[in-house]
T-cell receptor, first 112, second 113 residues
Framework: DAKTTQPNSMESNEEEPVHLPCNHS???????IHWYRQLPSQGPEYVIH???SNVNNRMASLAIAEDRKSSTLILHRATLRDAAVYYC?????????????FGKGTLLTVNP | DGGITQSPKYLFRKEGQNVTLSCEQN?????MYWYRQDPGQGLRLIYY???????QKGDIAEGYSVSREKKESFPLTVTSAQKNPTAFYLC????????????FGEGSWLTVV
């Protein structure tokens, strides 16, 4: 079973910020939060990841709640190329944590 | 350049035949994964391997088999026991460090005719 919960779909307008939420209430102290996105008929690509502190890179920002039970991927200015399925996953280490499971993700639609 | 290569990109299979999808990586990653994706659906884990000569079943392993004889290779065989094999198949690899990025191949489309 996926360890994260995301809305099935979200919609945004071009050049507006987008906040994609992810709930992971059963996260353990050593689990990293990863975000990937997938364009149609392509393999997912890495977006961002973090452990406890908020993270920024050229693609996006990751805001992690203080209790780590939720996180938000922030696209500061959505473009048409950002339209994709976004997956939030937890990645831990050891034993069953090596089993990487993805949920259905959030389908982001960007309107021109 | 380093990366993951899946082949073939498109494959057609007759009912009752086994087919093997190739996945090769030159990233020196210990961990490799196979996922299946049906139209409009998320990724479902078929098999995964954390080290050479060892692999574990994922959530939908029935009708599939894998081997991990070399670090860089993790082929997936879709057997005739898989009742509905038509799907998009994705291979991924990474280091076992949970703070490390997961890299995906471009995927293989399998169609049963």
């Amino acid at each position: 079973d996926a360890k994260t919960t995301q809305p099935n779909s979200m919609e945004s307008n071009e050049e507006e910020p987008v906040h994609l939420p992810c709930n992971h209430s059963t996260i353990s102290g050593t689990d990293y939060i990863h975000w990937y996105r997938q364009l149609p008929s392509q393999g997912p690509e890495y977006v961002i990841h973090g452990l406890t502190s908020n993270v920024n890179n050229r693609m996006a920002s990751l805001a992690i709640a203080e209790d780590r039970k939720s996180s938000t991927l922030i696209l500061h200015r959505a473009t048409l190329r950002d339209a994709a399925v976004y997956y939030c996953i937890l990645r831990g280490s050891g034993g069953s944590n090596y089993k990487l499971t993805f949920g259905k993700g959030t389908l982001l639609t960007v309107n021109p | 350049d380093g990366g993951i290569t899946q082949s073939p990109k498109y494959l057609f299979r007759k009912e009752g035949q086994n087919v093997t999808l190739s996945c090769e990586q030159n990233l020196n990653h210990d961990a490799m994964y196979w996922y299946r994706q049906d139209p409009g659906q998320g990724l479902r884990l078929i098999y995964y391997s954390q080290i050479v000569n060892d692999f574990q079943k994922g959530d939908i392993a029935e009708g599939y088999s894998v081997s991990r004889e070399k670090k860089e290779s993790f082929p997936l065989t879709v057997t005739s026991a898989q009742k509905n094999p038509t799907a998009f198949y994705l291979c991924a690899s990474s280091n076992r460090d949970p703070g490390y990025t997961i890299y995906f191949g471009e995927g293989s489309w399998l169609t049963v005719v």
